[in-house]
């Protein structure tokens, strides 16, 4: 019976790493979609870019606290092991790797990794420590599947900046592949952290992008100056009273540094709060 | 005509992962010897102990600046290019990779890694930043080599231990192999360093090596208080009035935590200065 049938789930890092010994030793191309869990359909679209290039298709699940500071959700996140695992079966991912904190560190874990600079602004500068959290996770869990390719999504835009400088300086053997954010059918972006959400926050939040689509319309009707866009957006978001804007900056794409014209690749990113929810997004022009 | 007659000298980052690439397709194991170069007898029995074990040997010689602090020594630091090339042919090594600082850290270079709390004491408390640079420049070198095994010098011991737990840490998949001390005829550990002493210095540093036994001996004939193993060590010292003792302690082989009672794996660790040079030492008990 062929491997592809019966889907695994591992717990243990030990378990992981031999089943990718395996899958690497057996000619397959490991593709990987690291995860916190509570899936929804932008996971499910990093699944199926895995699906269609990989011979194999590892999904992790992993809440990793180190990527949360004080008085974040950390408690609260949202978890549902039991429905991941079966909308991992149902879109044909052969591991689901879902290890517990002590697993990933254990007594005496002691190394971390940080991207200097890059780290520093948009959302690591009101998350201070956020992104060592993930570079640290993600090169940990990197070694343990060592995956060809590994799939991330474009809505967290920083953080896939982050993962690519962080893979070309410690030399991993990953290639990364960043996936187009999935939208409700209103727009806003798939979080897992929509759900926390009250019925007149969702109704508001559709406003974030709309507020990136008007900046998009500007940009293609002519207008390239930074200052010009981004008020756009923040215009468009203080319609919204219950929002309050975190960050609203034209970026190149690949520095994350700010410009003044959108002429080169650049990226619209934006950081807001509704409520008690922290949501972000972007919009490439 | 067999690889290992011709040694290669490799100066570029790509090029060294790729001959890693072509050893392992060909199915030798290989070791990795890891300096700064300016070779002696100790760099020579760490390549003798990767060739015993190994089918092909790499020696890198990197001087990593981010290993030194600011007033230490990075500009000084001996340096002898051809002299080490001809060594490590002679200790037939396979290859030797020789990068250039902008070869290891290319411009847009960001991402360091630290190992908590072990880095913090002893020679990283009078060197802060010392272990990052060491840890980030260990796991760069290793993604680029790829070695089955790495050998490391015991004299370095807190490097030792750090790496150890850094590669544990990060799943890095590289087996640590730490070989003994090599010492001169009148007992000091041999290390690029040595070359700064002058004469009277030379002369005066033999006392370290003294002291060090001093305490085994002591060790040897029942005394395991970790207070008065250390005394006598300091008081070996004082009788060299040019020491000045950084730190002398008795601690933990694992963990390099202090301990009150040499009972388990523990180690004698002390650095010195002799005039403007820092001296580090050790012996397990």
Same mark, same amino acid.
């Given at each position: 019976?062929?491997?592809?049938?019966?889907?695994?789930?591992?717990?243990?890092?030990?378990?992981?790493?031999?089943?990718?010994?395996?899958?690497?030793?057996?000619?397959?191309?490991?593709?990987?979609?690291?995860?916190?869990?509570?899936?929804?359909? /932008?996971?499910?679209?990093?699944?199926?870019?895995?699906?269609?290039?990989?011979?194999?298709?590892?999904?992790?699940?992993?809440?990793?606290?180190?990527?949360?500071?004080?008085?974040?959700?950390? /408690?609260?996140?949202?978890?549902?092991?039991?429905?991941?695992?079966?909308?991992?079966?149902?879109?044909?991912?052969?591991?689901?790797?879902?290890?517990?904190?002590?697993?990933?560190?254990?007594?005496?874990?002691?190394?971390?990794?940080?991207?200097?600079?890059?780290?520093?602004?948009?959302?690591?500068?009101?998350?201070?420590?956020?992104?060592?959290?993930?570079?640290?996770?993600?090169?940990?869990?990197?070694?343990?599947?060592?995956?060809?390719?590994?799939?991330? /999504?474009?809505?967290?835009?920083?953080?896939?900046?982050?993962?690519?400088?962080?893979?070309?300086? %410690?030399?991993?053997?990953?290639?990364?592949?960043?996936?187009?954010?999935?939208?409700?059918?209103? /727009?806003?972006?798939?979080?897992?952290?929509?759900?926390?959400?009250?019925?007149?926050?969702?109704?508001?939040?559709?406003?974030?992008?709309?507020?990136?689509?008007?900046?998009?319309?500007?940009?293609?009707?002519?207008?390239?100056?930074?200052?010009? %866009?981004?008020?756009?957006?923040?215009?468009?978001?203080?319609?919204?009273?219950?929002?309050?804007?975190?960050?609203?900056?034209?970026?190149?794409?690949?520095?994350? %540094?700010?410009?003044?014209?959108?002429?080169?690749?650049?990226?619209?990113?934006?950081?807001?709060?509704?409520?008690?929810?922290?949501?972000?997004?972007?919009?490439?022009?």
């Amino acid at each position: 019976m062929e491997g592809r049938c019966i889907m695994r789930v591992v717990k243990s890092v030990a378990e992981m790493a031999e089943v990718s010994r395996e899958l690497r030793a057996s000619g397959k191309t490991v593709g990987f979609v690291p995860t916190m869990g509570y899936l929804h359909a /932008g996971h499910i679209s990093l699944v199926k870019a895995a699906r269609k290039d990989c011979g194999s298709v590892v999904l992790s699940i992993f809440v990793n606290p180190a990527q949360f500071g004080q008085g974040e959700d950390l /408690g609260t996140y949202p978890r549902n092991l039991a429905g991941d695992v079966e909308k991992c079966r149902m879109a044909d991912v052969d591991v689901v790797f879902a290890p517990e904190a002590a697993e990933m560190y254990p007594a005496g874990y002691a190394t971390y990794v940080t991207v200097e600079g890059i780290s520093d602004r948009l959302c690591g500068a009101s998350r201070p420590g956020h992104f060592r959290g993930v570079a640290t996770v993600v090169t940990r869990l990197f070694n343990i599947v060592r995956p060809h390719r590994a799939y991330f /999504g474009q809505k967290d835009f920083q953080q896939t900046v982050v993962i690519k400088r962080l893979v070309r300086d %410690l030399m991993l053997d990953v290639e990364v592949v960043t996936v187009p954010t999935v939208r409700e059918p209103d /727009g806003l972006a798939m979080s897992s952290r929509n759900s926390y959400l009250s019925p007149a926050e969702r109704m508001a939040s559709v406003q974030i992008y709309r507020s990136l689509a008007s900046a998009r319309s500007l940009r293609e009707s002519g207008e390239t100056r930074a200052g010009v %866009l981004t008020q756009k957006v923040r215009e468009n978001l203080s319609h919204e009273p219950m929002f309050k804007a975190e960050y609203v900056e034209l970026v190149d794409a690949d520095t994350l %540094l700010p410009v003044q014209s959108a002429d080169g690749r650049c990226v619209i990113v934006l950081a807001v709060r509704l409520g008690r929810t922290r949501l972000i997004d972007n919009m490439p022009l």
